[in-house]
């Protein structure tokens, strides 16, 4: 199978549009088809626009799904600790499409919506049990630091496994990469998730604009 198509991208991004659309599916030809065959469609019946994007780039797609997918649905982590990680990621991101199409993974890992809201708030928030405070905690870090700090190593080491320690940081760094790509694009979020707000950076919510800038 070759990689075939090369789109152009516009010229420029504007205010109104995605710097790159997701690719129509009327515009899928069988190669696109076939690496968009697996992946689960939404309640209305269209893929993610995250995937209909990237697969603009079909030779990175197809490496990059079999990656992101064992991080999301068969790694080490349980499910809560993946999607707290998740949201502290797109919320030092600012990636507003990656934080809407989290919310609802989170909720159903057993997050609750005020333990979402309050991601924003930070580690130090005081309702955090010590063990979810350590998680966030190595979101910051690694965000701010692109390394673990000792205390926070030692913490996470109490509760996970050496498997589990690494993939916590190539998590946080997944997560980082496709924000990048997300917010640079431009990806609009689906309707359907554009209520789950971004908070702001101050941690307050922040209005939900359904696009990849600001919302990731």
């Known amino acids: 199978m070759t990689?075939?198509?090369?789109?152009?991208?516009?010229?420029?991004?504007?205010a109104t549009g995605p710097r790159l659309a997701p690719l129509p599916e009327d515009e899928w030809d069988p190669s696109t088809r076939e690496l968009l065959a697996a992946i689960p469609r939404d309640a209305d019946g269209r893929l993610a626009n995250v995937f209909t994007t990237l697969v603009r780039h079909p030779g990175l797609f197809r490496h990059f799904l079999p990656f992101g997918s064992h991080l999301l649905r068969d790694g080490r982590l349980p499910g809560r600790t993946r999607e707290l990680l998740i949201l502290r990621t797109a919320f030092h991101t600012?990636?507003?499409y990656e934080w809407?199409?989290?919310?609802?993974?989170?909720?159903?890992?057993g997050l609750t919506d005020e333990e979402i809201r309050r991601v924003g708030a930070g580690p130090d928030a005081q309702e955090w049990s010590p063990a979810d405070a350590s998680l966030l905690r190595a979101a910051d870090e690694l965000h701010r630091d692109a390394r673990l700090s000792a205390a926070t190593w030692s913490a996470l080491?109490?509760?996970?496994?050496e498997a589990q320690l690494i993939e916590i940081t190539m998590l946080v760094g997944q997560y980082h990469m496709v924000a990048f790509f997300l917010n640079s694009a431009g990806t609009p979020l689906e309707p359907g998730?554009?209520?789950?707000?971004?908070?702001?950076?101050?941690?307050?919510?922040?209005h939900a604009t359904g696009r990849g800038h600001g919302h990731g």
């Open 193 to 206: 998730y554009a209520s789950e707000a971004l908070p702001g950076p101050d941690g307050a919510r922040a």
């Open 100 to 109: 809407g199409r989290h919310v609802p993974l989170a909720r159903a890992a």
């Open 94 to 96: 600012r990636a507003g």
């Open 3 to 14: 990689d075939e198509p090369h789109h152009r991208p516009h010229p420029a991004a504007d």
């Open 157 to 161: 080491a109490a509760d996970h496994d």
